[in-house]
């Protein structure tokens, strides 16, 4: 069963793309120096058949457009994800627009998995798309073979909406499950227990 639309009427997603610091990670735009590391880390199938838009084998030309999309801001706000003090590259997020409304993404470089810079990334951009927007929900989703991905999207608060299809450039049509958290929600839980 797929979750129903939520109303978005009048809901503006327009989020400058601020540099966010967390304790252990610096998020900010994606620059033309992460490309050697982002080939590295994005030229990985474990990672690209979890995601939609990832296409595999990736080289510097998919680097290269994901950068020009990233810098267009069509599709909502990217980040790369450094590590705090040494600049290095681990991953990306974002909050993209989707039909359902705002919604959080993101990867980790398989060097970098079980370190929890997913949910440490997660809590700030969740923190920044119910800071700088008027939404009343954000949505995420995982694949349903992806429970690191639902155990970062747990420990956000995120409450379960049902499932539905995705359709993954690497995978194919792939079942998913789709969470959704309410400011509501995240009011009460905006002091992060750290996990």
């Excluded at 735009?29 to 939609?52: C, F, G, K």
């Amino acid at each position: 069963m797929v979750a129903e639309a939520e109303d978005t009427d009048g809901e503006s997603y327009a989020i400058d793309c601020p540099v966010v610091m967390t304790e252990r990670l610096v998020l900010r735009a994606p620059r033309e120096s992460d490309i050697e590391q982002l080939v590295v880390l994005a030229d990985n199938r474990h990672v690209a058949e979890m995601l939609a838009r990832m296409p595999h084998p990736y080289g510097e030309a998919e680097a290269r457009a994901f950068l020009a999309m990233t810098a267009s801001r069509r599709a909502g706000i990217a980040y790369a994800l450094t590590l705090a003090g040494t600049e290095t590259f681990v991953g990306c997020a974002g909050l993209n627009t989707t039909d359902r409304g705002l919604e959080l993404g993101y990867w980790i470089g398989e060097p970098y998995w079980k370190r929890g810079y997913a949910t440490e990334a997660a809590h700030a951009l969740v923190d920044l798309a119910f800071q700088k927007t008027a939404i009343q929900v954000l949505h995420a989703s995982t694949r349903v073979i992806n429970p690191a991905s639902r155990r970062v999207i747990h420990k956000c608060g995120f409450q379960y909406a049902g499932q539905g299809m995705l359709n993954s450039i690497v995978a194919g049509q792939v079942p998913v499950e789709r969470y959704r958290l309410d400011r509501k929600t995240w009011t009460s839980l905006r002091n992060w227990v750290h996990f």
